[in-house]
């Protein structure tokens, strides 16, 4: 079986970012049992990339490619893909990457797989492995016959070792319109948040909390030990309860605190990728099969309502003692 592997690169400014060594490693794996060529494809206007390791490099270059749209890049992996003829594409699952990549597979009749985090084989058989549920489930799927689009999450694979050279570089000057799309504005949120990363305790908030008011909740059990901060899921974020420079995950902050509380998080692999660092996790959940007490040291199958209260006022009883 012989195929061609198309990898769109992720890119920011015209910077090739670090999640596309993760996917030539994933399409190394493909490719050592395929024997297949790996060609990445970037999309973007006069970009600094000249060539990457372990693939050839195809640069679709055009004004219309200035800024990411799905438009835009939707129409430079179609491009790319007339030249390439690929058996498989593979997309970062980013909040560009799953914005596109069903696009692309819809335009070239293609199959879609996201959220990937493994690949196994067995014989000839490529499987693809997922999570499902809430990372309860681990799902497996196989391609059908028709080409293939998976989306792969960052992390799930190492970062490539680079011990192939790079390959060929070519370039299509394309001119690209954008019928549908304008960008407005782009603004990159501020990132810093030293609190995170000086914490010896973490808190952190989840769906679970429920509501805004049980912040509150939250903030009084941290203030239960020194050297505290609050954090919170992307859902908390998302939900306004918790700043995005809080956020604790794959794309948010990486934590390593000594203590880490997850209260109300149901332990998705991109929330774990921010916190499984930490020395001790301590989760609260009230539901006992939730994902994130396979990553924990102490598990309490509880109400938050119920749990917390409860836990400061022990612990003012201890201070008062
Ligand atoms: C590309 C990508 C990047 C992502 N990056 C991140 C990231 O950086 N960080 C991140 O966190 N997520 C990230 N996500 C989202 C992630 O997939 C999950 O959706 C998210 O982590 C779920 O947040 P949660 O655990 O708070 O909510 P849920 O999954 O909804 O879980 C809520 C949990 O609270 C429990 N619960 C509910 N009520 C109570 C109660 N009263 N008492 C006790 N327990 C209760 C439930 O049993 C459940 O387990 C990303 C997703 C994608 C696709």
Redesign the pocket.
């Known amino acids: 079986m012989s195929h061609s592997i198309m990898i769109m690169c992720e890119q920011s400014g015209g910077r090739i970012l670090p999640v596309t060594s993760e996917l030539i490693s994933c399409a190394n794996l493909i490719a050592a049992h395929c024997h297949s060529r790996i060609t990445a494809v970037l999309p973007g206007l006069n970009t600094d990339a000249y060539s990457i390791p372990g693939a050839d490099l195809l640069i679709i270059n055009s004004p219309g490619l200035a800024e990411y749209t799905c438009e835009g890049w939707e129409m430079a992996a179609m491009l790319a893909a007339e030249q390439i003829m690929p058996d498989i594409i593979i997309i970062a699952?980013?909040?560009t990457?799953?914005d596109y990549a069903p696009r692309v597979a819809a335009l070239t009749g293609s199959g879609c797989i996201t959220?990937v985090c493994g690949i196994e084989f067995t014989g000839d058989n490529l499987t693809y492995r997922r999570g499902g549920f809430?990372?309860k489930l681990d799902l497996q799927y196989r391609a059908g016959e028709q080409a293939l689009v998976i989306t792969v999450?960052?992390g799930a694979f190492p970062s490539y070792d680079g011990q192939t050279e790079a390959g060929m570089t070519s370039i299509i000057n394309a001119d690209i319109q954008l019928a549908c799309t304008s960008n407005v504005q782009f603004s990159i949120p501020d990132q810093a948040n030293t609190e995170l990363e000086h914490a010896e305790v973490i808190i952190s908030?989840?769906?679970?909390?429920?509501k805004a008011e049980n912040l509150q909740m939250i903030r009084a059990m941290a203030s239960c030990f020194n050297r505290s901060a609050i954090a919170?899921?992307?859902?908390?974020?998302d939900n306004g309860w918790i700043e995005y420079n809080a956020?604790?995950?794959?794309?948010?902050?990486k934590v390593s605190p000594q203590l880490y509380v997850?209260?109300?998080?149901?332990?998705?692999?991109?929330?774990i990728?921010?916190m499984n660092g930490s020395k001790t996790v301590v989760s609260?959940?009230?539901?006992p099969e939730?994902?994130?007490f396979r990553y924990s040291d102490i598990c309490i199958v509880?109400?938050?309502?119920s749990?917390i209260p409860e836990f400061i006022r022990e612990a003012e009883k201890h201070r008062a003692e």
């Open positions: 699952h980013t909040s990457g799953y959220s809430h990372g999450l960052p908030a989840g769906k679970g909390i429920g919170g899921s992307r859902v908390a974020c956020q604790v995950g794959l794309t948010g902050q997850a209260c109300g998080i149901s332990g998705s692999a991109q929330h990728a921010g609260i959940n009230r539901d939730a994902a994130i509880e109400e938050l309502e749990f």
